[in-house]
């Protein structure tokens, strides 16, 4: 059966695990909602700043190309105008090449090259565009194939200043350093991607910024769900280790504090189980509150009254068995005394010798041997000498139709065993069954150890047995009735009963011969014999 603090400490401890489990889910919950929000707005300031930096770069672009585009002469031929643009491009060194657009849409660069750009649709835009410039896609050289934006600005006649501004500075601010791994995207006006760091991690997190310069423009970031969600995780690995080394020291403390409160009362309980509550010795245990001192002194009391109760209900019993016992060996001392006055009368009148003497002293000699100076256990040589007593005064009324045979596998002097219970029992033996047989017979008393236990047997042969009597009288000995005719056995039964607190006495009939039988145990038969 299951303790009382294991029971409390099983229940604290799923309240303590169940508060654990809200407070892990409410740090959750707040830092979803504070600590997300941050994460948040600190990739989208990341985005933003590198839009910053993208915008800023092509405002300083387009304030150079606004003052180049002044030292344009109309005047002036496109080779002329091409070589002023070339001396001041070089001077600026960041882009790749200068040019002007001429009515047919041929752009002819400070390089040498010229070709259309009729088709393109910056060069479509800037036709019907009122603004002061226009910024093409990211394309890429064909003569070395880098990242460039095409600037044009209108200048008379459907003519445009060009400009190929070199992109590398807009790849470096995209592969700046941010606060995790992340791929950055340039993408166009169409939703096209222009520029790319790298491929979009699987379900990544995104965060886009304009580029104001460059409407349509807008720089992503895309973050990998699992450093976005990082922080989440880590504090989840320390709520859940705080709260494990929490909840082991709650623990801990709560067993300790519960078993020392209910330590006395487990040993009160243990102590009520193992002991038959008739040591009226206190129990000491060390007591952590009033509550449990107060339920121990209060056991403490309740033991010793116990103890003093026991003590006067054992003497009040031990009192009137003793009367009862007393009672009993009365009835069966004149029983005898009457038949053997009998006897030595019927002598007397028949008989003029010195048989009378003889039964006279027999019969002093068994009345010495069976008031034994008022002792209740005797020897149990001294039982079976007043058998032989007994059956030496019948046989001078029975003569040779009676004969006594003993049989002892021990020493009869190393037990003790309660006085006159044999005699009785030979008694019976004699008149319900040996003086029914014409021929007489012999009773045999048997005297064998088994396995713990004395056992004394009479038997004696008998006519034919009234079986259904038999089981009556052993039913009798069993229940502690009493049945016509068994005086004897009812009495020396009741004896055994009340001496040694159960059933001693049994009946049986088995080859043609009744056994009566008294079972003790070896150990209750080794008492000194006492004095009453």
């Known amino acids: 059966m299951q303790k009382l603090s294991d029971k409390i400490l099983k229940n604290v401890r799923a309240v303590i695990f169940a508060a654990m489990v809200v407070l892990i889910g409410l740090c959750f919950a707040v830092t979803m909602l504070m600590v997300r929000p941050r994460i948040d707005t600190l ?7 590198k839009a910053g930096a993208i915008d800023y770069f092509l405002n300083r672009r387009l304030k150079e190309l606004a003052l180049l585009r002044q030292v344009y002469q109309p005047q002036g031929s496109t080779r002329e105008n091409l070589d002023a643009f070339d001396t001041y491009g070089r001077m600026l060194g960041v882009y790749a090449s200068l040019g002007l657009v001429d009515e047919e849409g041929v752009v002819h660069t400070t390089s040498g090259a010229s070709f259309s750009i009729r088709e393109r649709d910056y060069y479509q835009k800037a036709l019907v565009s009122r603004e002061p410039y226009v910024l093409s896609e990211v394309l890429f050289s064909q003569e070395d194939n880098e990242p460039i934006v095409i600037v044009l600005m209108p200048l008379e006649d459907r003519r445009f200043f060009s400009a190929a501004i070199g992109a590398q500075y807009v790849v470096e601010v995209m592969e700046g350093s941010t606060p995790f791994p992340a791929v950055t995207r340039l ?16 379900q990544a997190r995104t965060y886009l910024a304009q580029v104001p310069v460059h409407p349509g423009w807008q720089l992503e970031i895309g973050v990998s769900p699992l450093y976005v969600d990082a922080i ?13 080394l ?48 107060g339920i121990l002194a209060g056991y403490n009391t309740l033991r010793q009254r116990i103890a003093a109760l026991l003590e006067t209900v054992q003497a009040e019993q031990k009192s009137r068995m003793e009367s009862d016992y007393q009672a009993l060996l009365e009835q069966i001392k004149p029983h005898f005394l009457y038949n053997t006055l009998e006897t030595i009368q019927v002598m007397a009148l028949d008989y003029e010798d010195d048989r009378i003497g003889d039964a006279l002293g027999l019969l002093g000699r068994y009345f ?7 002792a209740q256990l005797v020897p149990l040589g001294h039982e079976l000498e007043l058998v032989r007593t007994y059956v030496q005064l019948q046989k001078l009324r029975y003569g040779e139709r009676l004969h006594l045979k003993i049989q002892a596998e021990l020493r009869p002097e190393e037990y003790t065993v309660l006085k006159f219970i044999l005699q009785p029992v030979v008694e019976n033996a004699l008149y319900h069954g040996i003086k029914l047989l014409p021929q007489g017979g012999t009773i045999t008393v048997r005297l064998t150890e088994e396995e713990g236990w004395l056992l004394i047997r009479v038997e004696n042969p008998c006519p034919e047995p009234d079986t259904a009597r038999l089981d009556e009288l052993a039913r009798a000995l069993e229940t502690g009735q009493k049945l016509p005719g068994s005086n004897g056995l009812y009495n020396v039964n009741q004896r055994l009963r009340l001496r040694y607190g159960r059933q001693c006495l049994f009946v049986g009939y088995g080859g043609e011969q009744v056994q009566v039988e008294i079972r003790l145990k070896q150990e209750e038969c080794h008492e000194y014999p006492d004095r009453g």
Not at 232 to 243: E, R, V
């Open 43 to 49: 990739f989208t300031a990341v985005a933003q700043t």
């Open 187 to 202: 993408i166009g006006p169409g939703g096209q991607t222009d520029l790319e760091t790298g491929p979009l991690p699987w």
């Open 232 to 244: 989440f995780y880590l504090l989840g690995g320390f709520l859940l280790a705080g709260f494990g």
């Open 246 to 293: 929490m909840y082991r020291g709650l623990n801990r403390a709560l067993t300790r504090r519960v078993e020392a409160e209910l330590r006395p009362l487990e040993a009160i309980a243990r102590d009520m189980a193992a002991t038959d509550l008739t040591d009226p010795k206190p129990l000491e245990i060390d007591a952590h509150s009033a509550e449990t001192a």
């Open 368 to 374: 010495r041997l069976s008031l034994a100076d008022g």
